[in-house]
Structure formats: structure tokens, C-alpha cells
């Protein structure tokens, strides 16, 4: 089962325009992290943000994590053509679980 | 390279063979994954290693399918009698695991396509 859910399914914008991408979540959890896919490549860690962390940078990237509504966004600032890719989020429940669950992620598309 | 590499990158079968892949981790990381993706999904896991020792397995993996983690280096996943229903992208992971116990960053292989004809 889908732990988180990314919305939206698919973003299209321009080069330069921020992209904003949201995750759902339905259980606690110790953290919440961000993977980017190339077309049929593996994943890549972007960022990992913990249960009592509000808010965390890693250059262009900017994640904040809301635990009382269950749901955290990944911003990503002057976009790239080469930020294409799928972005998905991975949540770990609380409770000691090694099991990091993803989403159906999100489509960016950026367009040169 | 020193990243997660996974063997075959692509493989075709017919309906009813058995397949085998094979992942070799980082050599620090004590913990592997396996997942596996469908077209437009997420990855769903399928079992976890912690050393040689194989501590989950989702509901996902059926009795057809078995993996082994010998030693805690390598891995293998099988899947005998593979059906269409088969067919994804198998991606293994590795990770640390050791400074917290909970679920940190997670290092991908490239994946394994599986088509089954």
C-alpha cells in the first residue's frame, strides 16, 4: 500500500518558475523523504526531513513537513530544464520501522 | 563505481521461466531493499535484509518469489513460473543503518526491467 500521496500527479512549467510539490501522509512518522527518478533510472535521495524538524534547505530545495496535518511540500526555486524528472516522497511510520513507503509521485516537466 | 549495481539491467522471459537478479550494495551498508515499480507507480517493497538475515517480506511477495542475502553481502531475487503480472522495474537499495534505528536515506541501483512475453 501507498503510504504517501504526491499531488499533484503532473507539473508542467516554464524554466526559472518555482515548482511546488505537496505529500500526504496517513500515519506517524519518524521522517519524511524526497527522491527524484530519471526515466528509467533508480531513485536519488534529495532530502530527508525528521518528525520534529519544521523546515529544512539544500541548495535550490526547500522542504517544510507539517505533522499535525499529516503533509509536507518540496519546492524546488528557479527551475532547470534538467529538473525533469519524477519526485517522490518516502515516509518511515514511527515506532522504529527500517521500511521507507513511497508515493505515486509527481511529474515535473520544465520546459527550456 | 562504488554505488548499488544490479545485474541484469533488462531481461525477457517467457511466460512461465524462472529469473533470477542479483544486487551488490555498498560494502558498508548492512541493510537492502528490494521494490518494485510499475509504469506510472511508486516504488512498493517487496523485502528487507538487515545483514544476511531477512526481517519483512510484503504480502506483495508471493510464494513464487524468493530472495537470499548470503553472508550479508550480495543479493538475489528469484521469481519462478514468472506470469505477465510480473513484469516492472526491480529496484534494490541500500543503506547504513547504523547511527539511528529508523529508516534513513535510502541508496538506489539503477533497477532491473523484467518483461515477461
Known amino acids: 500500500s501507498q503510504q504517501g500521496e504526491e499531488d499533484p500527479q503532473a507539473l508542467s512549467i516554464q524554466e526559472g518558475e518555482n515548482a511546488t510539490m505537496n505529500c500526504s501522509y496517513k500515519?506517524?512518522?519518524?521522517?519524511l523523504q524526497w527522491y527524484r527518478q530519471n526515466s528509467g533510472r533508480g531513485l536519488v535521495h534529495l532530502i530527508l526531513?525528521?518528525?520534529?524538524?519544521r523546515e529544512k534547505h539544500s541548495g535550490r530545495l526547500r522542504v517544510t513537513l507539517d505533522t499535525s496535518k499529516k503533509s509536507s511540500s518540496l519546492l524546488i526555486t528557479a527551475s532547470r530544464a534538467a529538473d525533469t524528472a519524477s519526485y517522490f516522497c518516502?515516509?518511515?511510520?514511527?515506532?522504529?520501522?527500517?521500511?521507507?513507503?513511497f508515493g505515486r509521485g509527481t511529474s515535473l516537466i520544465v520546459h527550456p | 563505481d562504488t554505488g548499488v549495481s544490479q545485474d541484469p539491467r533488462h531481461k525477457i522471459t517467457k511466460r512461465g521461466q524462472n529469473v533470477t537478479f542479483r544486487c551488490d550494495p555498498i560494502?558498508?551498508?548492512?541493510?537492502l531493499y528490494w521494490y518494485r515499480q510499475t509504469l506510472g507507480q511508486g516504488p512498493e517493497f517487496l523485502t528487507y535484509?538487515?545483514?544476511?538475515?531477512?526481517?519483512?517480506k510484503s504480502r506483495l511477495l508471493s510464494d513464487r518469489f524468493s530472495a537470499e542475502r548470503p553472508k550479508g553481502s550480495f543479493s538475489t531475487l528469484e521469481i519462478q513460473r514468472t506470469e505477465q503480472g510480473d513484469s516492472a522495474m526491480y529496484l534494490c537499495?541500500?543503506?547504513?543503518?547504523?547511527?539511528?534505528?529508523?529508516?534513513?536515506?535510502?541508496?538506489f541501483g539503477e533497477g532491473s526491467r523484467l518483461t515477461v512475453l
Open positions: 560494502s558498508e551498508h548492512n541493510r
Open positions: 526531513i525528521r518528525s520534529n524538524e
Open positions: 518516502a515516509t518511515a511510520p514511527s515506532g522504529g520501522s527500517y521500511i521507507p513507503t
Open positions: 537499495a541500500s543503506s547504513t543503518g547504523q547511527a539511528t534505528p529508523e529508516a534513513g536515506e535510502l541508496f
Open positions: 535484509f538487515q545483514n544476511e538475515a531477512q526481517l519483512e
Open positions: 500515519t506517524s512518522i519518524n521522517n
